[in-house]
């Protein structure tokens, strides 16, 4: 029997981070176990395409000495609860080791889910 794609995507962040995915039936917290991150993983069909704006205006406006990220805000409550967010890749690039799966895909360019 062929996985969920959301688990498949689970074990496809687990191993990119060098964490370990934790089967529902033994989750007590996150989706991946590591040393040093508590990783949720949420598979959609499509990111929202202001995410996708925001993401593509950091990186136009990044040096190469710069880490492009999105800080996404909700009016009215504390800027302490904004939202990073980051490539994939791009993070692995700046903490940490990227092995991309070697299916022939472009992972810093994603494939749209998460």
Known sequence: MTDK???TTERAIAKALGGKRVPV???AGADVSHPWLAIEVKH???IPGWLNAAMSQA???ANPS???V???HEAGAHHAKDLVVIQLSQFCEW???YI???TGENPAAGDGDN
């Open 25 to 27: 039936n033994g989750r």
């Open 59 to 61: 990186k136009a406006s």
């Open 44 to 46: 959609r069909q499509s």
């Open 66 to 68: 710069q880490l492009p």
């Open 95 to 97: 903490f940490g080791d």
């Open 70 to 72: 999105a800080v996404v």
């Open 100 to 102: 991309p799966e070697q």
């Open 5 to 7: 794609p959301w688990k």
